[in-house]
């Protein structure tokens, strides 16, 4: 990364944000570790004079910048000109021409955060700007709750950067998940609760240690960098948004940011002005966003998940009011699908388009599939599907239904039969497949 | 009925400091009303105009969130643990 961070260098002006601001009721605080309203207990967010970013940003400036998600750093809340810059960002945007056939759709992507350096998910985005912003502000250790991701990622990237590192899992977490964190020698606490209840343990343990806990105290600044998710795709498009977006609720906050970040790009003249539909994806059994959406109320009510897409079973997330308001005003949808269409969304994006993601992937595929097949989707829209996960983190949920490899002695008569044994199984698959 | 509330950082200024404290109530509702009378102000931040907890803030029971048992009904007992948490993102 050291060619990237001296171009950034080279880039570098004075930072574009200078406060927090509640979003309910709009009290402001200085750019601290703190992430509720001391009024009304309402979210912070940074705030930034766009008319900085206006005067110093084009799309020349970021098309310089480096391969990752700094190139858009005056939009993010970091004020050090040496962020931790571990590749993260600027993954392959696909465009999924068997799945989009399959699913009677023209013009479909696939933006693929299976990818992302350095573990694979959507979360090292948001960890690589809290803990740029976690340095800045003195931390020594680093902490966060976790379904998994954020678990992987902070413990890799405070790795990198020669923070202390103590997460915070739900104890029945899948095991890819569980090593791909302790491969970085955090100090790992395995929670005999679910997500909800280690959240809420971390919200008292952050207020006795005084660690940068990611998602708590430096949540304003740790949530936008899921903006890189909007900025990204319009950049990918050719500067121009979609028309149409779906992708996997859990808090709600990647929802928001995604959507901040289009806004952000047509407020700056980055892009031209267009309504981007909004459609999330839950699981059915933790869908409190999608529940509230059919029931067409303005409030979440929480639930206890019970679905195999454990990195999104959030039954009391956060942000869940903001995805509903956008979701509503954009004219998207908000749809669960089980467990078992789960599984098929995560082996259809595989069989059409060699993307393995993890089980929050297969429930973003499915919704856009059950979409899709309502005439929800305009076939003629840019659609853009987030996949935000990596499916060698979840290989139980899928590892009874993708069959088994054919065992065979070195030798060419034992691959003929097999071969054709396996034609045949092919044939009868496909003879029994109603089309 | 004496039940320990866990005091959120951001309302310890009501508290001098305190991040627990004891308090006799047998209801959620009237445990915001004891605190009221204990830590004066308390109760304008804990709930919104209408006088209902507000909608970033969350009331356990024993680790139990409130919107699954009575929600302010819910009944205390001696010796419960309150946890007064706000909203948290996550992933």
Known sequence: MTQAIERLTNLSTAPAFNRLQCKECGAEYEPVAKHVCEECFGPLEVKYDYDVIRNTVTRETIEAGPNSIWRYRQFLPVSSNDPIDVGTGMTPLVEAKRLARRLGLKKLFIKNDAVNMPTLSFKDRVVSVALTRARELGFSTVSCASTGNLANSTAAIAAHAGLDCCVFIPADLEAGKVLGTLIYNPTLMAVKGNYDQVNRLCSEVANTHGWGFVNINLRPYYSEGSKTLGYEVAEQLGWQLPDHIVAPLASGSLFTKIYKGFNEFVDCGLVEAKDVRFSGAQAEGCSPISQAFKEDRDFIKPVKPSTIAKSIAIGNPADGVYALEIAKKTNGHIEDVTDAEIVEGMKLLAETEGIFTETAGGTTIAVLKKLAEAGKINPDETTVAYITGNGLKTQEAVSSYVGEPLTIEPKLEAFEAAFERANTLNRLDWEQTTV | ?91
Not at chain 2, 21 to 30: L, M, R, W
Not at chain 2, 38 to 51: A, E, N, T, V
Not at chain 2, 58 to 84: A, C, K, M, P, Q
């Open chain 2, 1 to 91: 009925m004496s039940v320990k509330v866990l005091i959120p950082t951001p309302l310890q200024k009501f508290t001098n400091e305190q991040a627990t404290i004891e308090c006799d109530a047998s209801s959620i509702a009237q445990l915001i009303e004891a605190l009221d009378s204990s830590c004066p102000g308390i109760k304008d931040r804990l709930c919104d105009d209408s006088g209902k907890p507000r909608r970033f803030l969350n009331f356990y029971v024993n680790s139990e969130d409130i919107r699954f048992l009575d929600n302010t009904e819910t009944v205390l007992s001696d010796g419960d643990e309150v946890s007064i948490v706000p909203a948290v993102a996550g992933g």
